[in-house]
Nanobody, 120 residues
Framework: QVQLVESGGGLVRPGGSLRLSCVASGSNYSITLMAWYRRAPGKQRESVAVVTIGGNTNYADSVKGRFTISRDNAGNTVYLQMNSLKPEDTAVYYC??????????????WGQGTEVTISS
């Protein structure tokens, strides 16, 4: 079982920066992938950035060059550094983790979300 807790959201002006954090906790698990998703008002949830256990990363075209996803050495914390924020980045951001539990079962886990609002 894995719990994910996001933090770092808030209200910033266009061009500003935020750093989101997601901490995984639990027992008998091994995370294989972590990602950030977001759901903007009136839109479907979309993948923003992904980092695998091997360190490979992928970004949505809309955030390339502005956002950076990273994990700590233990692989249980993921960050999303967001720079040059735009109003269209306004959304609830969700942490996602894929984890193997009890050495066999693979599950998807979601955090509760943290709100990011970009407005002047």
């Amino acid at each position: 079982q894995v719990q994910l807790v996001e933090s770092g959201g808030g209200l910033v002006r266009p061009g500003g920066s935020l750093r989101l954090s997601c901490v995984a906790s639990g027992s008998n698990y091994s995370i294989t992938l972590m990602a950030w998703y977001r759901r903007a008002p009136g839109k479907q949830r979309e993948s923003v950035a992904v980092v695998t256990i091997g360190g490979n990363t992928n970004y949505a075209d809309s955030v390339k060059g502005r956002f950076t996803i990273s994990r700590d050495n233990a692989g249980n914390t993921v960050y999303l550094q967001m720079n040059s924020l735009k109003p269209e980045d306004t959304a609830v951001y969700y942490c996602y983790a894929r984890a193997v539990v009890d050495g066999f079962y693979e599950y998807n886990y979601w955090g509760q979300g943290t709100e990011v609002t970009i407005s002047s």
